[in-house]
């Protein structure tokens, strides 16, 4: 199942980011796609405020440290693979272990190694024309995730 939901303005994408951050549950993975400056930061950013981290903590994109950690009302691991090779270079930064013990993870630009972050992700992907993402779910736990965003 694939749901869209069109984000004409940031107001939307906060919306969205509140629901979701309403769903999500230690463990879960979400991967976040598109092109350059389609709002996948930005869809983070709100996301991590939604689930509790403070506007006097900076949220910026993890593309050169790779990975940022936050405590929230969920322990989260915001990472950005776009400059990551292989599945080797993601298994050394740690996040699958980081999963297993509970975090969930947002990741930029990981669909490509989405067997390495654990599998059962809801992937979403974001466009510049129109301004909307795409939300899929690769497994039972992230199917639930998206059942809750489509009612």
């Not at 939604?50 to 915001?78: E, I, M």
């Not at 272990?97 to 972050?117: H, I, P, Q, S, T």
């Amino acid at each position: 199942m694939k749901v869209v939901v069109a984000l004409p303005t940031r107001s939307a994408t906060i919306r969205l980011a509140r629901r979701l951050a309403a769903l999500l549950a230690p463990g879960d993975l979400v991967l976040l796609e598109g092109p350059l400056g389609a709002g996948k930061t930005y869809l983070a950013r709100a996301l991590l405020r939604a689930l509790g981290v403070g506007r006097d903590t900076r949220v910026t994109s993890p593309t050169f440290a790779l990975v940022h950690a936050y405590a929230a009302r969920l322990d989260v691991r915001h990472a950005d693979l776009y400059r990551v090779a292989s599945g080797h270079e993601v298994d050394e930064l740690g996040l699958l272990a980081a999963r297993d013990a509970g975090a969930a993870l947002l990741v930029e630009w990981g669909a490509r190694f989405a067997r390495e972050l654990g599998g059962d992700a809801l992937t979403a992907t974001l466009s510049l024309e129109p301004r909307a993402v795409a939300l899929g779910a690769s497994g039972d736990r992230s199917s639930l995730v998206l059942a809750g965003l489509s009612s």
